[in-house]
């Protein structure tokens, strides 16, 4: 977010999802005078729109927080609105997940603060969940180049330097990183073994063939 949030939160495509009432009428005008795009549904959709920046919706006692599943790739910045605090709706509003919340009575106070806050809090979630996905990647590669460098000591009779230099220079000379040349390898060598286990007894193909991958190039 940057050093004017106000600034960022104009324009924000925000959805309430609530019944019609007084209060929630004043928060949708509130949002416009801020300058959101903001909108009312209800009943509650059955899933949120791909197009929704952040999402008001309503925590109720009796059937749990109105927040319908998201988009992949599309999760909105998500406020909730509780009416009462008891134990049952303290535990729905923890279900929810939300990234923030008000409290009814809504007044004018604090809605601006809730949305930067809430929007804040999406984006440092969403940087975090990034890291973990590279860093998932970056095991999985791991894993990978390791398989293929005890395929490649255990086919050719490498050492594992020379089986592990092998795979960096297919990498470099094909412009590929070294997790999808692993892959190559690995789902080579399986074919060929499923291809020799039905042709027992028949002279063994060559495995030159593992490491001829197709020229890609790294996005």
Same mark, same amino acid.
Request: proline fraction near 6%; charge should be positive; include cysteine.
């Given at each position: 977010?940057?050093?004017?949030?106000?600034?960022?939160?104009?324009?924000?495509?925000?959805?309430?999802?609530?019944?019609?009432?007084?209060?929630?009428?004043?928060?949708?005008?509130?949002?416009?005078?801020?300058?959101?795009?903001?909108? =009312?549904?209800?009943?509650? !959709?059955? @899933?949120? +729109? %791909?197009?929704?920046?952040? &999402?008001?919706?309503?925590?109720? /006692?009796?059937?749990?927080?109105? =927040?319908?599943?998201?988009? !992949?790739? @599309?999760? +909105? %910045?998500?406020?909730?609105? &509780?009416?009462?605090?008891?134990? /049952?709706?303290?535990?729905?509003? =923890?279900?929810?997940?939300?990234?923030?919340?008000?409290?009814?009575?809504?007044?004018?106070?604090?809605?601006?603060?809730?949305?930067?806050?809430?929007?804040?809090?999406?984006?440092?979630?969403?940087?975090?969940?990034?890291?973990?996905?590279?860093?998932?990647?970056?095991?999985?590669?791991?894993?990978?180049?390791?398989?293929?460098?005890?395929?490649?000591?255990?086919?050719?009779?490498?050492?594992?330097?020379?089986?592990?230099?092998?795979?960096?220079?297919?990498?470099?000379?094909?412009?590929?990183?070294?997790?999808?040349?692993?892959?190559?390898?690995?789902?080579?060598?399986?074919?060929?073994?499923?291809?020799?286990?039905?042709?027992?007894?028949?002279?063994?193909?060559?495995?030159?063939?593992?490491?001829?991958?197709?020229?890609?190039?790294?996005?």
């Amino acid at each position: 977010m940057s050093i004017d949030p106000v600034r960022d939160l104009r324009d924000a495509r925000v959805l309430v999802i609530h019944p019609s009432d007084q209060e929630i009428d004043e928060l949708l005008r509130h949002l416009r005078r801020i300058g959101c795009q903001a909108r =009312l549904a209800w009943p509650a !959709p059955a @899933a949120l +729109p %791909a197009d929704a920046d952040v &999402v008001f919706f309503a925590i109720c /006692t009796s059937t749990g927080p109105a =927040l319908p599943q998201s988009q !992949p790739g @599309a999760e +909105p %910045a998500c406020i909730a609105i &509780v009416d009462y605090e008891n134990p /049952t709706a303290l535990k729905s509003l =923890l279900d929810s997940n939300a990234h923030c919340f008000i409290s009814k009575p809504i007044r004018a106070a604090g809605i601006l603060s809730s949305l930067a806050m809430a929007c804040a809090v999406r984006g440092y979630q969403g940087r975090l969940l990034a890291k973990v996905a590279k860093l998932e990647e970056t095991l999985r590669s791991r894993r990978e180049i390791e398989r293929a460098t005890r395929i490649l000591m255990e086919v050719k009779g490498l050492s594992e330097e020379r089986a592990y230099q092998l795979i960096r220079q297919q990498a470099t000379a094909q412009r590929l990183a070294m997790g999808v040349v692993a892959r190559s390898i690995i789902t080579a060598h399986r074919v060929f073994d499923d291809r020799a286990e039905r042709r027992k007894g028949q002279p063994r193909e060559s495995v030159g063939a593992v490491l001829q991958l197709p020229a890609r190039r790294l996005p």
